[in-house]
């Protein structure tokens, strides 16, 4: 086990049956689309970052967040051998339009077979099929 264990956060946001996804902008998952998130700052709990990294690339608040899950991804040469230890949170939809911000490329609602047709990380998938328990 690599001693690099970077904690981050996430928000599978829902509206309905549809997740709010951003495409990464930026290494290691460029070009992938995921929940929001993002690495966490000096002092920040994991919730405060799902909700900074929410609003950073999306231009969103979330209301109430419930930690569903932390998981460990990474760890390989994609990643330069850091393991992200992700804290996975989940919250439904509030109000407004998410617009693409800091290191998204792009941002949108999407259900699950949308997202089996998008390049959409792996773990991505997996949480949003056990949120809607398919």
């Known amino acids: 086990m690599t001693d690099r264990i970077t904690p981050a956060a996430s928000v599978a946001l829902r509206h309905g049956d549809r997740f709010l996804l951003v495409e990464r902008g930026h290494a ?8 929001p998130g993002g690495r966490l700052e000096q002092g920040e709990s994991p919730e405060e970052a799902a909700r900074r990294e929410l609003l950073e690339e999306t231009g969103l608040e979330a209301g ?10 990474g760890g390989d040469e994609d990643s330069g051998g850091t393991v992200f230890r ?26 699950i077979e949308e997202m089996e047709a ?17």
């Open 64 to 73: 109430e967040l419930a930690l569903l899950e932390v998981m460990d991804l």
């Open 86 to 111: 992700l804290h996975v949170f989940t919250g439904a939809y509030v109000e407004g339009v998410a617009v693409a911000h800091d290191d998204a490329a792009g941002v949108g609602w999407y259900g």
């Open 118 to 134: 998008l390049p959409v990380t792996p773990s991505t998938l997996e949480v949003a099929r056990r949120i809607l328990g398919s």
């Open 28 to 35: 290691p998952a460029r070009g992938l689309f995921a929940f």
